[in-house]
Each structure stands twice: as C-alpha cells, then as structure tokens.
C-alpha cells in the first residue's frame, strides 16, 4: 500500500486506542497513594506501582515487534487489548485478597498488554499516511493520550480516594478488626473502575476483530530478524537513550503529583487529585499546541525548546515553597506533552525494514517509568527531602535537551521537520 494514501477510519480507530491506555496510566497517580495509604507504605514501596508497569514493556517489547512482524499489526493489537483487559479484572481477586503484591501483579498483566499495544500502534501511525506529516499525525494522536490524563485523575479520585483517608498512625491505633475491616474496604474501592474498564476494552477488542485495517508492509528487505541491528541507525540509539530517561521523568511528575501535594505543598488528599486532573489538562493542551506549533517550528527545535522549559520548572519544583511548586508541576505537564511522540518518531523515522524493530527498542527503553521513580523515592527516603529527590527529574530532562541538540546538529532527519 502507498504511504502517502490516507486511512481516516483506522487512523480514529488506532487513536482510540491512544486515549485508553492513557487513562490506565493516569490512574496511577490516584492508585498510588490510595494503596500508600491502605497498606502504609513507604515513598520507595509505593513507587513500586510504577515498577510493576513499566517493567513490562521492558519483557514484552521485543516479543511483541516479534509478533507483529509475524502477524501483521492488527493480530498484536488484538492481543495487547486482550491482556489488557485481563488484567483490569484480575483486580477483583486482587482487592479480594487485600495483598498489595496482588494489586502489582495485575497492573503488571495490564502492562503487558499496553506494550503490546504501544508497540504496535505508535509505529502503526507513523506509517499509516503521508511520511512528511508523521510526527504531527502522531502528536495528534498522542493528544487524546494527554486527554485521558485530564480525565482519569478526576474519575479515578471520585470513585477510588478516601475522602478522608486515615493516617498509617491512626490505621495501627485501631482494634484488628476495625483495622482489617478498613483496609478491606480500601482495597474493594479499587475494583469498580477498573472492572468496568475491562469491560469497556473488551468491547474494543470486538470491534477490532470484526473491523478491517488496512495492513502496512514496509520494506523487509533492508530488515533483519535480530532486532538489535536496529542500532546501527544512530537515531533509534539516541531515541531507546532519551526515551528511557524521557518516561522516568513523566512518572516521577505525574505519578507522584497527589503525594508531592500532600506531603510537600500542603494540600489535602481530596484536593490533590484536581491538581492531577489539571497537570492532565495541561499535557492534553500541551501535545495540541505542540502540534500545531509543528506546523511552523521544526519538532526537534520544539522539543528543545520544550526541555528547557520543563528543566527551569524543575528547579523551582525543588526549591519553591507551598503551592506554587504545584503550579511548576503543572507547568512541567504542559512541557513535556510532545516528548515522548517526537523522540518516538524521530528514532523510527528513516529506518526502512527495521522499524518494527525500532518501535520494540524505544517501547523497551519506557522501563525507565520502572528504574527512575525508585531511585527518587529512594534518594527522598535517604536525604528526608521529597524536594531535593527531584534532581533526579532535572537530570532526565537535561537527557531529553541532549538528543534534541544532538539530533538538529546531525540535520539528517528530513521526515519529522513540520511544515516551515
């Protein structure tokens, strides 16, 4: 098929799938100090949620590029919703057992299902049209990613949060049958959405069964079965690079935004989760500004742009006071909305028959959402400083300004300019 032809009902379709597993990921930052309470956990135990993620697109990257050179994309989408929705119901014996370690293995079976489905759609766009308009056809779609992270926040804190949430003092004051009938009921408060978004994503599941999309071939002759050759392009080596410390920025400042509120700003765990849902807001309105600014500044310029920004907020994240630090985290949301997208297509751009490969390397290097957030919720246990644990953010976004320079400097990435 013709890569400048246009596919408008696989391109909505595949993006739907974009608004999905943002929201799974955006409930992350209502789960994490939800079970940081219930089981009185420390920075550390908690960031464990976000291990138990992102670990799973380490495992399952290269088996699911794998699959798709085998299958075609739309048997590894078919297979990633699958998981996905697997592993959104095992929440139910999960609560049931009131075992934190069961909550960590079923978000590790819904991750195993999102790197599937990242690893296939996010090349699947790429490919699906016009090459010239690749990054901003991604970053569009990236967008109802940024809108899921508005929304998931205000759902996830409704239906999930304690409105007044008891301290781990008070949890260890009460009788043992008060205490267990409390941690219970914590647990239980999980099940719901999460049930009802299994549900949701097997009805997806159906429709892209029974719905034809159109199967992309790029040019195999150029490939190769050892996925790793796909780094003798220099840009998918600088893309698995920026991408690893890209994720393990957006998780610390996502993730842990609820905790930093509380523990930091001063803010009440009831009020945190709007915080979230406006950090979430300012991702969504960040990827579509950031993708109409494509339109005239080169993406790779943007993204440059858009890292300084995010390491200068970063800075007055760690040395600000009271809630203002909360308006740097969201002015950070806002910054970093194009990065993942433009470091995606960049790495994938040019690399002919190896880009399946490609994609399974970038979706791999998403681990750092697993190694990056422990390290800061060790340095903060370590150092009694939530605060000066954020270094660890400013490093990662000095990594994603690196490979902007770097990338311009090389100018030999002629597909992911915009239009100037």
Same mark, same amino acid.
């Not at 719905?211 to 893309?239: C, Q, Y």
């Given at each position: 098929?013709?890569?400048?032809?246009?596919?408008?009902?696989? /391109?909505?379709?595949?993006?739907?799938?974009? +608004?999905?597993?943002?929201?799974?990921?955006?409930?992350?930052?209502?789960?994490?100090?939800?079970?940081?309470?219930?089981?009185?956990?420390?920075?550390?135990?908690?960031?464990?949620?976000?291990?138990?993620?992102? /670990?799973?697109?380490?495992? %399952?990257?290269?088996?699911?590029?794998?699959?798709?050179?085998? +299958?075609?994309?739309?048997?590894?989408?078919?297979?990633?919703?699958?998981? +996905?929705?697997?592993?959104?119901?095992?929440?139910?014996?999960?609560?049931?057992?009131?075992?934190?370690?069961?909550?960590?293995?079923?978000?590790? *079976?819904?991750?195993?299902?999102?790197?599937?489905?990242?690893?296939?759609?996010?090349?699947?766009?790429?490919?699906?049209?016009?090459?010239?308009?690749?990054?901003?056809?991604?970053?569009?779609?990236?967008?109802?990613?940024?809108?899921?992270?508005?929304?998931?926040?205000?759902?996830?804190?409704?239906?999930?949060?304690?409105?007044?949430?008891?301290?781990?003092?008070?949890?260890?004051?009460?009788?043992?049958?008060?205490?267990?009938?409390?941690?219970?009921?914590?647990?239980?408060?999980?099940? !719901?959405?999460?049930?009802?978004?299994?549900?949701?994503?097997?009805?997806?599941?159906?429709?892209? /069964?029974?719905?034809?999309?159109?199967?992309?071939?790029?040019?195999?002759?150029?490939?190769?079965?050892? *996925?790793?050759?796909?780094?003798?392009?220099?840009?998918?080596?600088?893309?698995?690079?920026?991408?690893?410390?890209?994720?393990?920025?957006? *998780?610390?400042?996502?993730?842990?935004?609820?905790?930093?509120?509380?523990?930091?700003?001063?803010?009440?765990?009831?009020?945190?989760?709007?915080?979230? !849902?406006?950090?979430? %807001?300012?991702?969504?309105? !960040?990827?579509?500004?950031?993708?109409?600014?494509?339109?005239?500044?080169?993406?790779?310029?943007?993204? %440059?742009?858009?890292?300084?920004?995010?390491?200068?907020?970063?800075?007055?994240? /760690?040395?600000?006071?009271?809630?203002?630090?909360?308006?740097?985290?969201?002015?950070?949301?806002?910054?970093?909305?194009?990065?993942?997208?433009?470091?995606?297509? *960049?790495?994938?751009?040019?690399?002919?028959?190896?880009?399946?490969?490609?994609?399974?390397?970038?979706?791999?290097?998403?681990?750092?959402?697993?190694?990056?957030?422990?390290? %800061?919720?060790?340095?903060?246990?370590?150092?009694?400083?939530?605060?000066?644990?954020?270094?660890?953010?400013?490093?990662?976004?000095?990594?994603?300004?690196?490979?902007?320079?770097?990338?311009?400097?090389?100018?030999?990435?002629?597909?992911?300019?915009?239009?100037?």
């Amino acid at each position: 098929m013709e890569r400048n032809k246009k596919y408008p009902f696989a /391109i909505i379709l595949i993006t739907s799938l974009f +608004f999905f597993w943002g929201f799974i990921h955006n409930l992350d930052p209502i789960l994490i100090p939800h079970l940081r309470n219930a089981f009185s956990l420390t920075h550390f135990q908690a960031s464990l949620v976000d291990s138990a993620v992102f /670990i799973a697109y380490f495992l %399952l990257a290269i088996p699911a590029g794998s699959l798709m050179k085998r +299958f075609g994309y739309k048997v590894g989408i078919v297979v990633g919703l699958l998981l +996905f929705a697997l592993g959104c119901f095992l929440f139910v014996p999960a609560a049931n057992m009131v075992d934190y370690t069961y909550f960590l293995g079923a978000l590790f *079976v819904v991750s195993c299902g999102l790197a599937i489905l990242e690893t296939a759609a996010n090349p699947y766009i790429t490919v699906l049209g016009d090459p010239s308009k690749a990054t901003e056809r991604l970053n569009f779609a990236q967008s109802f990613n940024g809108l899921a992270a508005f929304v998931a926040p205000i759902i996830g804190g409704k239906y999930i949060l304690t409105e007044q949430p008891k301290s781990a003092q008070e949890i260890t004051l009460l009788p043992e049958k008060a205490r267990e009938a409390y941690i219970q009921a914590e647990a239980a408060a999980v099940m !719901g959405p999460y049930l009802i978004l299994g549900v949701i994503i097997l009805v997806v599941t159906l429709l892209f /069964i029974f719905v034809k999309l159109p199967e992309i071939h790029e040019n195999e002759i150029n490939g190769s079965n050892n *996925v790793f050759r796909a780094f003798k392009h220099k840009n998918v080596s600088w893309a698995v690079l920026a991408q690893f410390f890209y994720i393990g920025a957006q *998780v610390c400042v996502l993730s842990f935004l609820v905790m930093f509120a509380t523990d930091v700003s001063g803010v009440s765990g009831s009020d945190a989760k709007y915080f979230a !849902g406006v950090a979430g %807001l300012a991702f969504m309105l !960040g990827r579509f500004i950031g993708t109409f600014f494509m339109r005239f500044i080169p993406p790779l310029q943007l993204l %440059l742009i858009y890292a300084f920004c995010a390491m200068l907020l970063t800075l007055y994240v /760690i040395y600000g006071h009271g809630v203002s630090t909360l308006y740097a985290m969201i002015g950070i949301a806002f910054f970093m909305s194009i990065m993942f997208p433009t470091i995606f297509a *960049v790495g994938v751009s040019n690399v002919g028959g190896d880009t399946k490969s490609a994609s399974s390397l970038i979706i791999m290097s998403i681990v750092g959402g697993a190694a990056i957030p422990p390290l %800061l919720g060790l340095l903060s246990d370590s150092i009694g400083s939530f605060q000066l644990a954020y270094y660890v953010v400013f490093v990662c976004f000095a990594v994603v300004a690196l490979f902007a320079w770097n990338n311009i400097a090389n100018d030999h990435l002629p597909e992911v300019r915009g239009k100037h």
